[in-house]
């Protein structure tokens, strides 16, 4: 029976197998799911009670048009309904935004979620790849993503925010400084899929200025948030011209009846739907603590409802994967099947603290457990890892990847900043990617832009790992945006000869402005206590609520916690 269960995972290429054939799988028992990224707390028993009892209307008659759910919805979020289009998941609209306004090329940088890079690529478009680097915890510096896409000559440009996997976050006027110097495109897309379970910010969303902008689509999950995954629900914003480009191809039933009902419940149960998002906040924590005290681990800052774990020297994530299923019956969602990262890595979905203990205690066991059965052999003996040499691994094991090592100890420091040195050994990443990747910035906290960036090099792959002990981090150096494209498709003119270079700008900071010393920063610009909890400044205050009981509208757009 094990052998069957694992054997799934062989036959799935982007993807995890459906719950449903696991538990088939599994003697009609669903394992404790850590993979799935959905919101545990919502909706809330007495709303699954309703919804049990009006299944037989629900599954008996058609639903109504798109046109009257998205305009619910829109009631509920006070939102232009000419400005929204529905779809049958983020994956449909996905799927129409690739067909309606992708031409020829789409930036996306990786790892991130497949669609993004699959669906393009199944049409023959060309997909430019930016690769995250491990070496400064996956953050994405916007300044050089822009000038990726200039010498790439990319027409579209797509950024998660919260990222999928490792939950890397934007903050909101650095989107609005990037839309800005990529005005030119053909379209922006923000993937706010995840954006509901942040609070490094108080109004994090950028849905008010796609409205206003002529090739911005804001891209949001219903089903994630609601942890309703099976209904497949979610929505774009854009200017009514976009959106309408979109709404126009989808079918007038492509929203069925459960999507329908739970629309019209959700002004009944805003303050539950708020609670669960603060219940989630709070779990993430405490899970990125528990997880932090295991020898080895690194853990990556997340403010998506997911962590992104570093395994320890030696464990392959598909033996873990597969003994924590077969073993304790616990989901993991392993990344070596994502482009840009390896099977060193795991996303482990935010859950409530007692399935946290039963995964934490799983992982013990088969990470550290007797030498013959755990996944991590003795340093002595090397390891079968393909991503480089043992020596290579302990190097980069005992610098913790530039992730957040000793997260617990940070976190009781709380109010007092936390230390966090950057890696002295580049990462690894996988040689199928193309790219032209520009040098690398020293690392930077999560919740921080870093819009100051070095001179991009072209490169024809990514660079081999050193020998251990060997640093290979360029200087960084301050630069400007990007200019626009001279015309659609055309490769930028080449760069004047640069002068001496100023001394650099503050990371977050615009270049040639005078700045004032940056508050919040740890010791050696490493993160805070806060920035370690998943937050950059404090809670917000609760918002009044509307008489319907949901909260109101800048609440539910810009995830506050109530």
Same mark, same amino acid.
């Given at each position: 029976?094990a052998g ?15 719950m449903?054939a +696991?538990t088939r799988e599994g $003697?009609?028992?669903?394992p404790?799911?850590f ?5 545990p707390?919502f ?5 699954f009670?309703?919804l049990a009892?009006?299944?037989r209307?629900?599954?008996t ?7 009257t759910i ?5 009631s509920l979020?006070q +939102?232009?309904p000419?400005?929204?289009?529905m ?5 449909e609209?996905?799927t129409w935004?690739?067909?309606l +306004?992708?031409?020829?090329?789409? #930036?996306i940088?990786?790892p991130?979620?497949?669609r993004?890079?699959?669906?393009p690529l199944?049409?023959g478009?060309? @997909?430019d790849? =930016?690769p995250?680097q ?5 953050a994405l510096?916007l300044?050089q993503?822009?000038?990726f896409?200039?010498s790439?000559g990319?027409?579209v440009? @797509?950024?998660c925010?919260?990222?999928n996997?490792?939950g890397? =976050? ?5 989107l609005i400084q990037?839309?800005?110097?990529m005005a030119?495109?053909d379209?922006?897309v923000i993937?706010e899929s =995840?954006?509901e379970?942040?609070?490094a910010?108080?109004?994090?969303s950028? *849905?008010? $200025?796609a409205v206003m ?10 089903g994630?948030? =609601? ?5 497949r629900?979610?929505y774009? &914003?854009?200017?009514?011209?976009l959106?309408g480009?979109?709404r126009?191809?989808?079918p007038?039933?492509?929203l069925?009846s459960?999507?329908?009902?739970? *629309?019209?419940?959700l002004k009944e149960h ?6 669960s998002?603060h219940?989630?906040?709070?779990d993430r924590?405490?899970m990125a603590?528990?997880?932090s005290a295991l020898?080895?681990l690194?853990?990556?800052p ?7 774990v ?5 464990a392959e994530?598909? @033996?873990?994967? $597969?003994?924590?299923?077969t073993?304790?019956?616990?989901l *993991?969602?392993e990344c070596?099947?994502?482009?840009g990262?390896s099977s060193r890595f795991l996303?482990?979905? @935010?859950r ?7 995964? &934490?205690s799983g992982?013990?066991?088969v990470?550290y457990g007797t030498?013959?059965?755990?996944a ?7 390891t079968?890892?393909?991503? %480089?040499?043992?020596?290579v691994d302990?190097l980069v094991?005992?610098t913790?990847g530039?992730?957040?090592q000793?997260?617990?100890?940070q976190?009781a420091?709380w109010?007092?900043p936390? #230390? &966090?040195?950057?890696a002295q050994m /580049?990462a ?6 193309p790219s032209?990747m520009?040098?690398l ?10 819009f100051?960036t070095?001179q /991009?090099?072209a490169?024809?792959s ?6 251990a002990g060997?640093?290979n981090?360029p200087?960084p150096q301050?630069?400007?945006?990007p200019?626009a494209?001279?015309a659609?498709g055309a490769?930028?003119?080449?760069a004047?000869?640069?002068s /001496?270079?100023p ?9 040639g ?9 740890g010791?050696? %610009?490493?993160?805070t206590a806060?920035?370690?909890r998943?937050?950059?400044q404090p809670? /917000?205050?609760p918002q009044p609520?509307?008489p319907? %009981?949901?909260?109101a509208?800048g609440?539910?757009l810009?995830?506050q916690?109530?």
């Open positions: 029976m069957n269960v694992t054997s799934l995972f062989r036959g799935t290429a982007a993807h995890s197998p459906s449903a +696991l $003697d009609g028992a669903g404790v799911d993979c799935i990224p959905c919101n707390y909706p809330t028993p007495a709303m009670d309703e009892g009006r299944l209307e629900i599954i008659y058609y639903p109504s048009s798109a046109d998205t305009a619910e919805l829109c979020l +939102l232009p000419q400005c929204v289009a779809g049958n998941g983020s994956t609209l996905i935004i690739d067909h +306004l992708v031409r020829e090329s789409l #930036a940088p990786v991130t979620f497949g993004w890079t699959d669906q199944e049409t478009k060309r @997909v790849m =930016f995250l491990e070496s400064t915890g996956f510096d300044a993503y822009a000038q896409i200039r790439r990319t027409r440009a @797509v950024i925010n919260p990222n996997p490792d890397g =976050f934007i903050p909101r006027q650095s990037f839309m800005d110097a030119d495109l379209l922006i993937d =995840f954006l379970f942040a609070d910010e108080s109004e994090p950028v *849905v008010e $200025d902008r002529p090739n911005v689509i804001v891209l949001r999950s219903l994630k948030n =609601f942890g309703l995954h099976g209904i629900f979610g774009l &914003v854009a200017n009514p011209a959106a480009k979109v126009s191809m989808l007038k039933w492509n069925n459960f999507a329908e009902t739970v *629309v019209f419940m805003g303050a539950e739907y708020m609670e998002l219940m989630v906040r709070r924590l405490d603590r528990q997880l020898p080895g690194t853990v990556y997340s403010q998506g409802n997911f962590l992104f570093r395994l320890p020297v030696g994530g598909t @033996v873990v994967r $597969d003994r924590l299923l073993e304790h019956r616990i *993991v969602r070596g099947n994502k482009i990262s996303r482990l979905v @935010v409530p603290q007692v399935d946290v203990r039963r995964l &934490v992982l013990e066991q990470l030498r013959r059965g755990a991590v052999p003795e340093l002595g003996t090397g079968s890892y393909s991503s %480089g040499t043992a020596a302990r094991s005992a913790n530039a992730g957040m000793g997260l617990a100890a976190a420091t109010p007092g936390a #230390a &966090v040195q950057p /580049p690894q990443m996988p040689s199928q990617i032209q520009p040098s910035p020293a690392p930077q906290p999560a919740a921080v832009s870093n100051p070095p /991009p090099a490169m024809s990514f660079p081999p790992a050193q020998p060997v640093s981090f200087t301050p630069t400007a945006w200019a494209a001279q659609p490769m930028p003119a080449p004047p000869a640069r /001496p270079a001394a650099p700008t503050p990371p977050g900071a615009m270049p402005m005078a700045q004032a010393p940056a508050a919040g920063l010791a050696a %610009g490493g993160l806060a920035q370690v998943g937050r950059t809670e /917000p205050q609520q509307q319907s %009981g949901w909260p509208v609440a539910m810009y995830g916690a109530g």
